[in-house]
């Protein structure tokens, strides 16, 4: 087993500073010691890791985390060694990691849903990995893990259920997009909506979550695709990656959108997908979901965000409300799949890739996802 390493990490100094982040700077790229895996846990040099709105939830303060954090939950890397206990994975297999590991044993794992991990949710919610430890220490003080993964750095200790193989010639860049955008986002319209050909669908959001979720309703067959964001640009890249249309919400009464939408779709969409996280764009979704229909909340609110909605409809319209996180996934079963519609050209997951750039460019990148420029812009450790 190897010694103690040496690694550059991102690491999340204080939530709640103000933006502009390439002012008030937050996140700082800093030497951190990074112990070796223990029993259950395997030891990744990262290849790319991903800038989600997750991680820009801790930043900001919305999500609440413990401090100082080493940041990153979408990602990929190569294995570089096994903790005792692992078999599923070997040194030098590249994978990509779930931000939800899984111990295989409480409710929710023995049911087929390790999404819902209740160790994995506690560990998280406690900043350390699945097996209790905080690998990474700065002045031998420990640093937190973020979602089992913290990514953000040259290399990363996580529990085993965390890394799934993928192909060993798939590109990094396009390989990190597969560990949240692409499992939330195809797995809300596959797995939790299990939406069929011919049925209709719209997404509110075009983030990198939900421009995926346009590509799963494309993938599904599903017509019309209805994609709807406040950002040109987000929408007219939903037309080439899937939609059938565009709505533009910028300047906008909710109303106008909702009627449009429901025109579109026929009276209401079969499938609605909110992937912002906001409660008065769910409203919106639910407005603009059909008789019979299912609304599906994918963005992650904030802890204190309420839903308020028409209850007369669920009993008289038999409409359906459901919650998807990680998109209802089973990583390993999910992600080889995701990964070979992609090699097949049905899944066009690398057109999320908004820009590429090293570690030391994370308060900027910070900053382009808050102000909706960017969908998904990858690290590279060594960039």
Do not use: I
Request: aromatic residues 2%; contains cysteine; glycine residues 14%.
């Amino acid at each position: 087993m190897t010694a103690v390493r040496e690694v550059r990490g991102v690491v999340l100094e204080r939530t709640g500073a103000a933006p502009p982040y390439a002012d008030s700077r937050p996140l700082v790229v800093t030497a951190l010691h990074l112990a070796p895996p223990g029993p259950g846990e395997v030891l990744l040099r990262v290849g790319a890791a991903s800038v989600c709105h997750s991680d820009l939830s801790v930043v900001s303060g919305a999500r609440p985390r413990p401090v100082p954090m080493l940041l990153g939950h979408e990602g990929c890397g190569v294995v570089e060694e096994v903790g005792p206990g692992v078999e599923h994975v070997r040194p030098g297999q590249a994978v990509v990691l779930s931000f939800v590991p899984s111990c295989g044993t409480c409710r929710a794992c023995a049911a087929g849903r390790p999404a819902l991990c209740e160790a994995a949710d506690a560990a998280a919610r406690a900043g350390t990995l699945l097996t209790g430890s905080r690998p990474a220490s700065r002045d031998g003080a420990p640093v937190h893990v973020h979602l089992g993964a913290s990514v953000f750095a040259e290399r990363t200790v996580v529990h085993a259920s965390s890394v799934v193989p993928v192909p060993d010639d798939l590109a990094p860049v396009d390989a990190t997009l597969f560990g949240c955008a692409t499992l939330t986002g195809v797995g809300a319209v596959l797995r939790t909506a299990a939406a069929r050909p011919g049925d209709s669908a719209a997404v509110f959001g075009l983030g990198g979550v939900g421009l995926a979720a346009v590509m799963g309703a494309a993938l599904a067959g599903c017509s019309p695709v209805v994609a709807v964001d406040r950002v040109p640009e987000k929408v007219a890249l939903a037309l080439e990656v899937g939609a059938s249309h565009g709505v533009l919400a910028a300047g906008r009464e909710p109303e106008d959108v909702v009627a449009q939408v429901r025109e579109l779709t026929g009276g209401g969409a079969d499938h609605a997908f909110e992937v912002v996280g906001a409660p008065a764009v769910f409203a919106q979704a639910y407005a603009a979901t059909g008789r019979g229909g299912t609304t599906v909340a994918v963005g992650l609110p904030g802890p204190d965000a309420e839903l308020r909605l028409p209850a007369v409809g669920l009993v008289a319209q038999e409409r359906r409300v459901l919650g998807s996180y990680m998109g209802s996934a089973v990583p390993a079963r999910d992600v080889p799949r995701y990964v070979a519609l992609f090699r097949a050209g049905r899944l066009p997951v690398d057109r999320l890739r908004s820009g590429v750039l090293g570690l030391d460019g994370v308060n900027e990148a910070m900053d382009a996802l808050a102000a909706g420029t960017a969908v998904r812009q990858v690290l590279l450790p060594g960039g």
